[in-house]
């Protein structure tokens, strides 16, 4: 077959016809700017990594000063909140075990007393700890505090009973996100999450439309290349990833306060790279599948991996080394360290290119796929 | 190109999926300005004969021209001067009629876009429908919007793949007009159908079952070709006759037409002796030239015994 340019007016041609169409379907255009705002109310608003004002029952023996100093630093510390005293232990396990609280504190008998001879006495914290991130930050908190509120009371003749600093001092400095909030972790890794979800479904479908439709048929009895065709019809989803970024970005400003210490025209530059990984995914699957449903049930099959292996929901380093192989093969993963690291940690190209160029082999690697089922699909 | 050029002249076009041969190497010329019959039974090669004329398919073997341009090297110049209309209705439906057409149109390149959009709508009397979505379209509109896209870049050749299944009689009649001016400002047309009374106004035919084909000439060719002699017989009671009649080896075939019977078969000594006893009262006998239908419903049988 006698090889010719790519024609730009072809490619126009089905770029206008694909625009009408993706106005015309409203509920399609919708969710694709819906599916944004939605995700960033239930993440942005909802998610919290550093849970506090925990229900707290209290089963206290002893009424003593020191009982009341902890008590009133544990509330200061915010994590817990004193839901009402226990009168038994069998009532404080019920409560424990209908989720009525997050923690009880046992105050021993002679708590007081046994503190002033300098016996050690025990306070008992029992946790619910089926959900380990519910209970983790309080419970790392309360070993802290403990000491802290002690202190104040333990002076005058009674200092030999304060807790002794260590042989070291001890200096934590939480670099690039110093009160930990976590909307600075979760809001920029939303912009990859929806960004990944809406491309790949949208693609692998508006490409599965056309065969299941036999408008594929006509159109490739025209002169229209399959490769014109294909970029024809990715164009206006470009633009629809750059305004769901967009999207993400002012809320990310105005509504989260997210630090956006690096360059901006980078981070628009490396999302580019993003959509376009993520629009190749969306169009070999579309090779694949036979009808818009099987590229729908495709595209739910990668976003799973995407969203739990990639870091933007359970940290990526507390998972085995096999589950980190499958997320480095992620373009999300590596998008996620892209973004966070440009606007958290001012990052420039040199530090963000280890993680550029898994993402172009991404690409390549999946191109290379979807050109070779295209071909076959026509005959 | 002049007229009574070739505009489609293959030979052995053959085509394989596979283990299974759907076209085994099919001969045909076509003239310029003629308007081609291609008919055959469902599933008998007629679509992906088409789709290897117009370069959507590359044929597995055979070689010939399609409008001067070679079929296995110049597709893309054969897609630019046809015009395909597809069997399912292949255009948008929730794009309206003018946007439809404004995409073919530019898909094409074709000159002065808009006038030629205009153009098209008020030549098919779909100017007042412009602004409506395809999709909400009867049968025989679709059908209309399907010709005016295929149609939209003057194309030297039309492939139209049973372009009037479910369309009624009114707008078939229409629709066949049309086909007939353009033939006669010189476009050439290759039509498939399953209707005999379309076959019957091809300026020549092809009949294609099992991916061969069978016979091709004008209609009094092809029928000549399946070799048949028939016999009507009219009467009452004719259900009560089909049974004995189809006993008798001679007879081929038996085929009620309303009230009468058609009896055929290729071996006239064999026919006449199979029905002289039923020569009697009450039935009335008379030989009658064989139609195109018999010659078809002929030719689709016996090219089922070969395959058996």
């Given at each position: 077959?006698?090889?010719?340019a790519?024609?730009?007016?072809?490619?126009?041609?089905?770029?206008i016809?694909?625009?009408?169409?993706?106005?015309r379907?409203?509920l399609?255009?919708?969710?694709?700017?819906g599916?944004?705002?939605?995700?960033?109310?239930l993440f942005?608003?909802a998610?919290?990594?550093?849970?506090?004002?925990?229900?707290?029952?209290?089963?206290?023996?002893?009424?003593?000063?020191f009982a009341?100093?902890?008590?009133?630093?544990m509330?200061?510390?915010?994590?817990?909140?004193?839901?009402?005293?226990?009168p038994?232990?069998?009532?404080?396990?019920?409560?424990?075990?209908?989720?009525?609280?997050?923690?009880?504190?046992h105050?021993?008998?002679?708590?007081?007393r046994?503190?002033?001879?300098?016996?050690?006495?025990d306070?008992?914290?029992e946790?619910?700890?089926?959900?380990?991130?519910a209970?983790?930050?309080?419970l790392?908190?309360?070993?802290?505090?403990?000491?802290?509120?002690?202190?104040?009371?333990?002076?005058?003749p009674?200092?030999?009973?304060?807790?002794?600093?260590g042989?070291?001092?001890?200096?934590?400095?939480?670099?690039?996100?110093?009160e930990?909030?976590?909307?600075y972790?979760?809001?920029?890794g939303?912009?990859?999450?929806?960004?990944?979800?809406?491309?790949?479904?949208i693609t692998?479908?508006?490409?599965?439309?056309e065969?299941?439709?036999?408008?594929?048929?006509?159109?490739l009895?025209?002169?229209?290349?399959?490769?014109?065709?294909m970029?024809?019809?990715?164009?206006?989803?470009?633009?629809?990833?750059?305004?769901?970024?967009?999207?993400?970005?002012?809320?990310?400003?105005?509504?989260?306060?997210?630090?956006m210490?690096?360059?901006?025209?980078?981070?628009?530059?490396?999302?580019?790279?993003?959509?376009?990984?993520?629009?190749a995914?969306?169009?070999t699957?579309s090779?694949?599948a036979?009808?818009?449903?099987?590229?729908?049930?495709?595209s739910?099959?990668?976003?799973?991996?995407?969203?739990?292996?990639?870091?933007?929901?359970?940290?990526?380093r507390?998972?085995?080394?096999?589950?980190?192989?499958?997320?480095?093969?992620l373009?999300l993963?590596?998008f996620l360290?892209?973004?966070?690291?440009?606007?958290?940690?001012?990052?420039g190209m040199?530090?963000?290119?280890?993680?550029?160029?898994?993402?172009?082999?991404?690409?390549?690697?999946?191109?290379?796929?979807g050109?070779?089922?295209?071909?076959?699909?026509?005959? | 190109?002049?007229?009574?050029?070739l505009v489609i002249?293959?030979?052995?076009?053959t085509?394989r999926?596979?283990?299974?041969?759907?076209?085994?190497?099919?001969?045909?010329?076509?003239?310029?300005?003629?308007?081609?019959g291609?008919?055959?039974?469902?599933?008998?090669?007629?679509?992906?004969?088409l789709?290897?004329?117009?370069?959507?398919?590359?044929?597995?073997?055979?070689?010939?021209h399609?409008?001067g341009f070679?079929i296995l090297?110049?597709?893309?110049?054969i897609?630019?001067?046809?015009?395909?209309?597809?069997?399912?209705?292949?255009?948008?439906?929730?794009?309206?009629?003018?946007e439809?057409?404004?995409?073919?149109?530019?898909?094409?390149?074709?000159?002065?876009?808009?006038?030629?959009?205009?153009?098209?709508?008020?030549?098919?009397?779909?100017?007042?429908?412009?602004?409506?979505?395809?999709?909400?379209?009867?049968?025989?509109?679709k059908q209309?919007?399907a010709?005016?896209?295929?149609?939209?870049?003057?194309?030297?050749?039309?492939?139209?793949?049973?372009?009037?299944?479910?369309?009624?009689?009114?707008?078939?009649?229409?629709?066949?007009?049309?086909?007939h001016?353009l033939?006669?400002?010189?476009m050439t047309?290759?039509?498939?159908?399953?209707?005999m009374?379309e076959?019957?106004?091809?300026?020549?035919l092809?009949y294609i079952?099992?991916?061969k084909?069978?016979a091709?000439?004008?209609?009094?060719?092809?029928?000549?070709?399946?070799?048949?002699?028939?016999?009507?017989?009219?009467g009452?009671?004719?259900?009560?006759?089909?049974?004995?009649?189809?006993?008798?080896?001679?007879?081929?075939?038996?085929v009620?037409?309303?009230?009468?019977?058609?009896?055929?078969?290729?071996?006239?000594?064999?026919l006449?002796?199979?029905?002289?006893?039923?020569?009697?009262?009450p039935y009335r006998?008379?030989?009658?030239?064989?139609?195109?239908?018999?010659a078809?419903?002929?030719?689709?049988g016996?090219?089922?015994?070969?395959?058996?």
């Amino acid at each position: 077959m006698k090889l010719h340019a790519i024609s730009l007016r072809r490619i126009w041609a089905v770029f206008i016809k694909e625009f009408i169409q993706m106005r015309r379907d409203r509920l399609t255009f919708g969710m694709m700017v819906g599916i944004p705002l939605l995700q960033l109310t239930l993440f942005g608003f909802a998610i919290n990594s550093d849970p506090k004002h925990l229900p707290t029952a209290i089963l206290s023996a002893d009424h003593g000063p020191f009982a009341r100093t902890l008590i009133a630093a544990m509330r200061s510390s915010q994590y817990f909140h004193f839901t009402g005293v226990a009168p038994t232990e069998e009532e404080a396990d019920t409560l424990l075990k209908n989720g009525e609280v997050q923690f009880v504190l046992h105050i021993p008998e002679d708590f007081s007393r046994k503190l002033l001879r300098g016996e050690r006495p025990d306070l008992l914290v029992e946790a619910d700890a089926t959900d380990p991130a519910a209970t983790g930050p309080a419970l790392s908190a309360l070993a802290q505090l403990m000491d802290g509120a002690l202190r104040r009371d333990l002076h005058g003749p009674l200092a030999y009973l304060s807790p002794k600093p260590g042989p070291v001092q001890l200096v934590l400095h939480r670099r690039y996100n110093e009160e930990g909030i976590t909307q600075y972790n979760i809001v920029p890794g939303l912009m990859g999450v929806v960004l990944t979800m809406t491309m790949v479904v949208i693609t692998s479908l508006a490409i599965t439309r056309e065969s299941e439709r036999g408008t594929m048929e006509n159109l490739l009895s025209t002169p229209a290349r399959p490769s014109e065709v294909m970029i024809g019809k990715i164009l206006p989803y470009i633009a629809v990833g750059y305004i769901q970024a967009g999207l993400i970005l002012l809320a990310a400003h105005f509504l989260f306060h997210v630090p956006m210490l690096g360059s901006l025209v980078l981070l628009m530059t490396l999302i580019l790279v993003f959509i376009t990984a993520n629009l190749a995914l969306g169009i070999t699957f579309s090779t694949v599948a036979q009808n818009q449903l099987q590229a729908m049930q495709m595209s739910f099959f990668f976003f799973l991996p995407s969203i739990l292996l990639s870091g933007f929901m359970f940290p990526f380093r507390g998972m085995p080394e096999w589950a980190q192989w499958i997320g480095e093969v992620l373009p999300l993963t590596h998008f996620l360290r892209m973004v966070r690291g440009i606007l958290l940690k001012s990052n420039g190209m040199a530090e963000v290119w280890p993680n550029v160029w898994p993402i172009l082999v991404f690409i390549l690697v999946v191109m290379l796929v979807g050109i070779k089922r295209f071909r076959r699909t026509l005959d | 190109m002049k007229r009574d050029e070739l505009v489609i002249d293959v030979e052995g076009v053959t085509k394989r999926f596979g283990t299974r041969t759907v076209v085994q190497g099919i001969n045909m010329q076509v003239r310029r300005g003629e308007i081609y019959g291609f008919l055959g039974p469902n599933g008998s090669g007629k679509t992906t004969f088409l789709r290897m004329l117009c370069g959507l398919l590359r044929p597995d073997g055979g070689h010939g021209h399609c409008l001067g341009f070679d079929i296995l090297t110049e597709a893309a110049a054969i897609k630019e001067r046809v015009g395909y209309m597809t069997q399912r209705f292949s255009y948008y439906a929730d794009l309206s009629l003018e946007e439809n057409l404004d995409f073919v149109a530019r898909i094409f390149g074709v000159p002065k876009r808009r006038e030629a959009v205009q153009q098209s709508l008020e030549k098919l009397g779909l100017g007042g429908r412009r602004k409506q979505l395809a999709g909400q379209l009867s049968g025989g509109w679709k059908q209309r919007l399907a010709l005016a896209a295929s149609l939209i870049h003057s194309p030297q050749l039309l492939l139209l793949d049973e372009p009037t299944a479910g369309v009624d009689p009114k707008a078939r009649r229409d629709f066949w007009s049309e086909l007939h001016q353009l033939a006669a400002d010189g476009m050439t047309v290759l039509i498939t159908t399953h209707y005999m009374d379309e076959a019957e106004r091809c300026h020549r035919l092809a009949y294609i079952s099992y991916g061969k084909l069978l016979a091709s000439g004008t209609v009094e060719d092809v029928v000549r070709q399946a070799g048949f002699e028939t016999w009507e017989v009219t009467g009452p009671e004719l259900n009560d006759l089909m049974p004995k009649l189809q006993a008798a080896a001679a007879i081929e075939q038996v085929v009620p037409f309303g009230r009468a019977m058609h009896v055929s078969g290729k071996d006239s000594a064999g026919l006449q002796a199979a029905i002289a006893p039923f020569q009697v009262d009450p039935y009335r006998w008379r030989p009658v030239p064989s139609s195109l239908e018999d010659a078809f419903i002929g030719l689709m049988g016996s090219s089922e015994d070969n395959f058996a």
